[in-house]
Structure formats: C-alpha cells, structure tokens
C-alpha cells in the first residue's frame, strides 16, 4: 500500500529563518510528485509538478527537490505570506495519494 | 478565468440524513474529482471523471455515496445514509487532462454529522 509520510508535522519560523520540509514516500510506479499550499478554509492551490529524480523546481521563496525516495520543500527567507500548510502527493500507478501536510507558521 | 465552484460551503446534518454536494469544474476541464478531507489529513481521492465516465472509484464507499457528472460538466456527490465519520470537508478539483495533471481545487463543503 502506498504510504506518504511529512515532517516534520508544524513548524514555526522567524521570518526570514530558511528551513526544509520532507515528504517521503512509498508509492508504486511513482510516476510524479505534485507539491500544494492550502490555507485555512481553502482548498488546495498548485505549486510544483516534479517527474524524475534530481529534477527541481522553484517559485518565488519555495524550492522543490525530489529524490528516488523523498521530495523536499525549501523555504528560503520566509514571509509571513507564506504560512500555510503544505502538502505533498506522489503519484503512483494511476493514483495520487497526499500526505497529511506540514503547517507552517511565519511570524514576523 | 473563473475557478472551481462549489455549494453549499457548510451543511450540518444529523446521521442517516442524506445530504448533496454540487460542482462546476473549470471550462473546459474534461477531468473531475472529488476529495474527502478529515481534519488533520490530506486529501482521499474518492472518485475521478473523465468527461462523464468514471476513471477511478476504488475508494468511493458504494454503500452510501453516489456520485454522478452528466453530460460532463458540473457533478453532484451524494451521501445517504450519512454516519457520523462522514463529517469532513469534501473539495472538488478539475483539470485539463486525464494523468492527475495540476489539479484545481475549490474552496470545498464543510459537513458536520450530528
């Protein structure tokens, strides 16, 4: 059974203080891995698509690696802006599966 | 470009109630979904549209949820009898192909089960 797991669960950042999320994963044929931003009352709003091990995508503050068995989130001098939780979905055969999110908070 | 719509955005119904949920993709989106969101978790893909036919409804509990997309466009989701595990905020997304390409979401319905 496909299993996605992110960490750390919250985390609280100074703003301007870069961190890293991780989504690792146990998927079947992993075809892709989306990346979303949600926030509270709201549903999901694409962020990155990544295909292939090694391959990275950025916008803005974010920056997204993927790896044959994780996929990172770097955020690098967060803003308040950016708190939000962030969730993850790796696709495997046919079926796209995310994880339960990492919620991230920017004071300023 | 007008998003994903839903409604109702909240409905509070007692169990073995029966409650409908309605969306209207983005034109032009041949592919539909809809997600069951407990609090805590990400989204559970219950069930994909391609046009009007289904793609994917393996994790659609058939006992109580129905859903349908005629003629291809808006879908409605239906749950009856309704339990009180049900209570979850259930989202739509659409999008422009069929292989879970970058989805859009809308802002969801929050039920509550009593």
């Known amino acids: 059974e496909d299993q996605v797991t992110q960490s750390p669960e919250a985390l609280r950042l100074q703003e301007g203080e870069s961190s890293s999320l991780n989504c690792s994963y146990t998927?079947?044929?992993?075809?892709?891995l989306f990346w979303y931003r949600q926030d509270p009352g709201k549903g999901p709003e694409f962020l990155f698509t990544?295909?292939?091990a090694g391959e990275e995508k950025e916008k803005e503050r974010l920056k997204a690696t993927l790896t044959k068995k994780e996929s990172f989130l770097h955020i690098t001098a967060p803003k308040p802006e950016d708190s939000a939780t962030y969730l993850c979905?790796?696709?495997?055969?046919?079926?796209?599966?995310f994880g339960a999110g990492t919620t991230v908070t920017v004071r300023a | 470009e007008a998003g994903v719509a839903q409604s109702p955005r909240y409905k509070i119904i007692e169990k073995r109630q029966s409650v409908a949920f309605w969306c209207n993709p983005i034109?032009?989106?041949?592919?539909l979904y809809w997600y069951q969101q407990i609090l805590g978790q990400g989204p559970k893909l219950l069930i994909q549209?391609?046009?009007?036919?289904?793609?994917?409804d393996s994790q659609l509990p058939k006992d109580r949820f129905s859903a349908e997309r005629l003629k291809g466009v808006d879908s409605t989701l239906k749950i009856q009898p309704a339990k009180l595990e049900d209570s979850a905020v259930y989202l739509c997304?659409?999008?422009?192909?069929?292989?879970?390409?970058?989805?859009?979401f809308g802002p969801g319905t929050r039920l509550t089960v009593t």
């Open positions: 997304a659409s999008s422009s192909g069929l292989d879970h390409y970058e989805q859009y």
């Open positions: 998927v079947s044929g992993l075809r892709g």
């Open positions: 990544l295909y292939s």
């Open positions: 979905a790796p696709l495997g055969d046919y079926k796209l599966s």
């Open positions: 034109s032009g989106h041949a592919t």
């Open positions: 549209f391609q046009n009007n036919g289904v793609v994917d």
